[in-house]
Structures are given as structure tokens and as C-alpha cells.
């Protein structure tokens, strides 16, 4: 159960970093489809911007202190879900 629990919180992790909205990762795609017109233009034209702010969160370390919160609430929740169907089968 520890390895699928793992495997599980490994792979959601990726999905909530996927999901972040600078340029480089798919959230970026997802949010200009919400955005006006004239704001999704200048996200297109601002572009290497984001690409940079990308690189210093990541090379500084101020990511961790993003992400760190949002995922130890999402895997809590998982770590819950999955010891509850996983009870219900021992």
C-alpha cells in the first residue's frame, strides 16, 4: 500500500506543477483560453517574461514555498482517500 500511496502522490504532484500557468508548463495553455482577447495578446507577446520569472522561481527555490502548501493539502487528501478504499477491501 505504501508503494501505490508513493506512485500515486508522485504522479499528482507532476499534475499540480503541470498546472501552473507560466509559458513553459501546460497551465499557461489553459489560462489563455479563459483570458480577454487583449490580455491573451499580451501574454503571447510577454512571453520570454515568463519564461525567466519561470527560471529564477525554480533556481532560487521561492517554488518550494508556492507549492509546498498546496501540495501537502492535495496528497493529505489523497492519503486519505486512498487509506479509505483500501479499508474497505481488508
Not at 495578446?41 to 517574461?49: G, L, M
Not at 502548501?69 to 479499508?87: D, E, H, K, T, Y
Request: aromatic share 16%.
Amino acid at each position: 500500500m505504501v508503494i501505490i500511496t508513493n506512485i500515486i502522490s508522485i504522479n499528482i504532484s507532476l499534475g499540480i506543477f503541470n498546472l501552473i500557468p507560466l509559458p513553459p508548463l501546460d497551465g499557461s495553455k489553459i489560462l489563455t483560453h479563459f483570458l480577454p482577447y487583449n490580455a491573451k495578446e499580451w501574454f503571447y507577446r510577454n512571453q520570454q517574461i515568463f519564461y525567466l520569472i519561470f527560471l529564477v522561481l525554480f533556481i532560487t527555490g521561492l517554488s518550494s514555498i508556492i507549492l509546498t502548501p498546496i501540495f501537502s493539502v492535495v496528497l493529505s487528501g489523497m492519503n486519505w482517500l486512498v487509506s479509505a478504499i483500501f479499508g474497505l477491501f481488508i
